[in-house]
């Protein structure tokens, strides 16, 4: 008998868990075919509604739930993170409480490990039921992240996986608490096969998701995973240095062929405008690092949990 740990982080998902569960459940003949059991992780991030209650009712009539309920609101990688270290199944599954990561999968995902591989991982081809400009944004970050980073970070990539105990433990020991989960599973390696499937809305309620929170998100995942910006500021400064000589050498010469001391007025405040933009630019690159290294120096743990079953 194998033990399969499936995590579902939620937050505000009284609507969906009742849904989840049942969709879950429709794996039970191919996971007693395959002499699989499993337990049901459901990790509530700080719910405000009855999130807690329903899980609680599943718990009653199945052994098999189990809640983790933190302190407040940590973040879906929190809850991700608070699930890894409190399951302990050969195989650990990690699907959202909205149905956009089919449970029905999971026997396809299997098939996968079964053959050798280390996690399965999942990704949307399609964008459909987004708003145009999220979906090109996320185009360009994509873009932009591969560009600077060396870790493979998988355009459309969801958190819906499949792994081995073995990457379960890798995913633990980075201890970091900004954590970027899309780059945490690239970063750890492993053999990984990736399935497609076309993007399913959320079943109930809404998107935790605004485009601000996304941006935001962005940054946070290029300072974790890349220090490119960092280069940039660096290079931007040996740019205005060499252009700053060159200025000098031309109003030299300026003054000593034409005599003109007082016409770079205008040129001159434009200059001096442009550097100090790119100055306040670059050094609000390096406060971006230096809040992040702040953050990470404190170790404040990852969650705190208020409740557990
Ligand atoms: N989630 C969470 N904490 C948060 C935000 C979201 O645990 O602070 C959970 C949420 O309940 C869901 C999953 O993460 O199960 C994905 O969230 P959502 O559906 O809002 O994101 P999207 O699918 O739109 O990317
Ligand atoms: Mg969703």
Redo the contacts with the bound molecule.
Sequence with gaps: MKLLSAI??????EE?VPYFYEEFLKNDAFFKSNDITFELFF?D??SKDGTVAEVKKLIAKDARVHLISFSR????EA?IYAGLEKSGGDYVAV????L?DPPSLLPEMFAALFEGYDSVATRRVTRKGEPVIRSFFARMFYKLMNKISKTDIVDGA??FRLMTRQVADALLSMKEYNRFSKGIFGWVGYETKWLEYDNIE?KK?????SFWKLFVYSLEGITSFSTAPLAFAAFMGVLFCLLSFALIIFTIIRKVVFGDPTSGWPSLVCIISLISGVQLFCLGIVGQYLAKTYMEVKKRPIYLVKEEI
């Design positions: 579902v982080p939620c937050y505000n998902e969906n990790v991030d700080g609101n940590f973040g879906k809850a699907l959202d409480a909205d956009q969801r958190d959320r309620g809404e998107t935790k998701w």
